[in-house]
């Protein structure tokens, strides 16, 4: 090999670090820009309140019903917890408002009203499932974000409301490739990650914005943005918006209270649904968990596997959006 042709091999090698280097500073400083600006508004809503009113929250359930005075707007169900035991703390999911309202942990709450704190051996589980398949879908994009190499240019589109007669949860993305057609090592790189935001025991904040604040939010995401005016305009020109660690993502929600709520999960799955550009595709990525200390055979979860490869009905991402549909953000 002659001089000229190392020196610019070398120099190859270099640019492309220096890309690299760039995309990761780039990728590095948008999800910083992010939590800045989520956390900003956190505290500005915060000091909104002012002057600080009580309320009175009925606890129906064990080991006795009993009468909390709270702070309206600041006091969360998690706080209400927090006066029954550590264990009400460590157990509950979700919560229950007037008995009809499911309402997030860390939420706070808006007026006098009765409370429930639900697990997953109530015995009307539905809402907390739902619940929870809607957090596996929120914690997926969060996985396959940390999983994904920058110079894939991951795009995060959306997940679809909850259907858990589907089989699957899922996550909707668009990656620069139109053949991607992920291994089972990767699949369980995948899966890897969403055992690890579990162990982290994170919790999961729900922050309502203004449209103008979630757009500067997501500037830089081009889906979210398109996205953005037709979610704010079903909702009075508010989003919903839920972070775990440095994640943020769009949901009406609710969602469980903490990453910790996941017990076992495979990410089982990822179709490709349709081409994106001249390059690119949507891939819609499909997984099956089960709550923190739910048991299963061998066997029976191999079916719950096999089922959750089969590609989910729910709305495919470049279909018009419309939050009354069912669609991406429930």
Known sequence: MSRATKLHKASWCALSQLQQYRTKSNFSTSIASRNELFAQEQRRQRDAVGRIDKIEVRYLGLPEDVTLVMNNHISTPFNCAQHLSEGHCRRTALALIDGSVPWDMHRPLQESCTLQLLNFNVSEPHVVNKAFWRTC???????????????????????????IKSGSFIHDIVLETQNWQPSKSEMRAISAEMIRLA??????????????????????????SEQLPSIAQQNNGRVSLYRLGDHIDISRGPMVASTHFLGKCTVSAAHKLAEEGSAGAFYRIQGVALPCGFKLSHVAYGLLEERSQKLNPARLPHEPFEEQQQLQLS
Do not use: C, W
């Not at 969060?142 to 240019?153: D, I, P, S």
């Open 199 to 224: 162990a982290q025991d994170l919790r999961i904040e729900r922050l309502d914005v203004q449209q103008e604040i979630a757009q500067e939010i997501f500037k830089d995401s081009k889906y979210k």
């Open 137 to 163: 879908s929120f914690m997926l994009g969060a996985a396959l974000t940390r999983a994904f190499k920058t110079e894939a240019n991951l795009q995060l589109h959306s997940f679809p409301g909850p259907n």
